[in-house]
């Protein structure tokens, strides 16, 4: 199957999130998300979502053309509430109105809670980087059954739990991007890994006995298993603190089981945005990062490494690539995609049309 460009899948994105109930602004901004998670090569996070989103909002737990509620205002203190609302446009004003805060007083805390998928958290620091602000998120992810076995664990118990932390430099891009699950690997790239028939790497999959395994069909077609978490007992420990911080504190859902799971995808995060001139001269700051980035990066690489690359790295060069080559999606994944479509009312047809041209 041929790359698609960005283009293409943005237009597809936008009709199917339009015909499933979305306004213009909201249509555009799912479209948006998606297609940069493609872009930046996490197709876990790209458009390979719509399906989940399409079946989400006929079962009502994902709630079209939602406007966040304030739940609390108190200094560098916020706390939303989406409404099960698309993360998109969710995290998007939650967002908006923290860097704003941020500006005012040099930092603000944003507890974003009840939105439903705000899909590749790298996107939001992106948005802060833009405005020349530091941010660093912790985010929970409830309402379906856990993913993630902790260190120790036989069976799930948390979902994958995002965490993320980005610097701006002086372009509005952010210096380096931390932006990662904290179990192995996204639920998503398993997800993309049974749909191409691959297996997942060694040792970060285990069966519903607990018996560590390769193969992600079971895991994927009934969530039966757990993805591990990353690095032993330390990724664990942050994949708990995501819990707490991104759902507990903030007043969010969490993964504890006296909460009804109504097999939705809810993401509470909780946000720290900096505005970095609050600690002094931005240009030496800058300065500062690059003789880190250069140090580390001098570095000959180890034994089976091309390069040294910082964090945010892989995704820059895999954004060049991809608006230069197309997008790579595999068919299952565009029939997934299509069947979403005409379950809102589009034609195969015309959703083909939109692919191929
Ligand atoms: P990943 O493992 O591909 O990358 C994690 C981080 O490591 C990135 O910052 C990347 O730049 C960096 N990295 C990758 N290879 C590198 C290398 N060779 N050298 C140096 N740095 C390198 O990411 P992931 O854990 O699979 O997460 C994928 C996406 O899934 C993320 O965007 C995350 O936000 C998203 N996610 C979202 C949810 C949700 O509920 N919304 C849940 C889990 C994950």
Redesign the pocket.
């Known amino acids: 199957m041929p790359n698609i460009a960005a283009e293409r899948l943005h237009r597809l994105a936008s009709t199917i999130v339009r015909a499933a109930g979305s306004n213009e602004d909201e249509a555009k901004a799912v479209a948006d998300h998606l297609v940069v998670?493609n872009l930046?090569?996490?197709d876990?996070?790209g458009v390979g979502m719509l399906p989940d989103y399409v079946k989400n909002s006929r079962i009502k737990v994902l709630v079209p053309n939602q406007t966040l509620k304030v739940v609390r205002d108190v200094g560098a203190v916020l706390v939303l509430d989406a409404g099960r609302g698309y993360?998109q446009t969710m995290a998007r004003d939650a967002m908006k109105l923290g860097a704003e805060r941020a500006r005012q007083l040099g930092c603000a805390v944003v507890g974003l809670r009840n939105s439903s998928?705000?899909?590749?958290?790298?996107?939001w620091a992106e948005q802060c980087a833009a405005e020349g602000l530091m941010s660093l998120h912790f985010?929970?992810?409830a309402d379906h059954d856990p993913l993630q076995a902790p260190f120790g664990c036989s069976s799930a118990r948390l979902?994958?739990?995002?965490?993320?932390i980005g610097i701006p430099g002086a372009d509005g891009k952010p210096m380096l991007?931390?932006?990662?699950?904290?179990?192995?690997?996204?639920?998503?790239?398993a997800r993309v890994a049974r749909n191409k028939g691959l297996p997942v790497p060694v040792g970060v999959l285990i069966d519903a006995d607990g018996t560590p395994t390769t193969d992600p069909t079971t895991y994927v077609d009934t969530r039966k298993g757990a993805l591990l978490s990353?690095g032993l007992h330390k990724g664990s420990g942050l994949a708990i603190f995501c819990e707490i911080l991104g759902g507990a504190m903030i007043g969010g859902q969490t993964i504890a089981p006296h909460h009804e799971r109504l097999d939705g995808?809810v993401?509470s995060m909780f946000s720290l945005i900096v505005d970095p001139a609050v600690f002094g001269d931005l240009d030496t700051m800058r300065q500062e990062v690059q003789a880190v980035i250069d140090w580390i990066k001098a570095s000959p690489p180890a034994p089976g490494?091309e390069a040294?690359?910082?964090?945010?790295?892989?995704?820059s060069h895999a954004r060049a690539q991809r608006s230069r080559d197309g997008i790579p999606i595999d068919p299952k994944s565009l029939g997934d995609i299509i069947a979403a479509g005409v379950s809102v009312g589009l034609t195969e047809a015309e959703l083909r049309q939109i692919v191929e041209g």
């Open positions: 998670a930046t090569g996490h876990s996070h993360g998928h705000v899909g590749r958290i790298g996107f985010v929970n992810v979902g994958t739990n995002p965490f993320c991007l931390l932006d990662m699950a904290t179990s192995a690997i996204a639920f998503g790239k990353f995808i993401n490494f040294v690359l910082m964090p945010g790295e892989p995704e």
